[in-house]
């Protein structure tokens, strides 16, 4: 079982930064990837961003060059630097785990950008 803790979200502006914080109960980053999604309102979960065991990233197209997932081995910790936001980017945030442990999720972060 691997529990997932998100933080980070809030309110900004547009053009603003967040970054947000997914903590994982045990360490799984060498057996699992971990990946960062959304859901707007009304619009289904999309995938934001990436990073796999091997550190690969990838992105959605929407958020390319102003998102950035990173992560922190010692801490369990992976990241989602979120630059130049837009209010098309208002949605809860949810952390996600998948590979050998499983598939596993967080209980997501609202995340709101004013214009």
């Known amino acids: 079982q691997v529990q997932l803790v998100e933080s980070g979200g809030g309110l900004v502006q547009a053009g603003g930064s967040l970054r947000l914080s997914c903590t994982a109960s045990?360490?799984?980053?060498?057996?699992?990837?971990m990946g960062w999604y959304r859901r707007a309102p009304g619009k289904q979960r999309e995938l934001v961003a990436r990073i796999t065991t091997g550190g690969v990233t990838n992105y959605a197209d929407s958020v390319r060059g102003r998102f950035t997932i990173s992560r922190d081995n010692a801490k369990n910790t992976v990241y989602l630097q979120m630059d130049s936001l837009k209010p098309e980017d208002t949605a809860v945030y949810y952390c996600?785990?998948?590979?050998?442990?499983?598939?596993?999720w967080g209980q997501g972060t609202q995340v709101t950008v004013s214009s």
């Open positions: 045990r360490s799984i980053f060498s057996i699992n990837a």
């Open positions: 996600n785990t998948f590979g050998g442990l499983g598939v596993y």
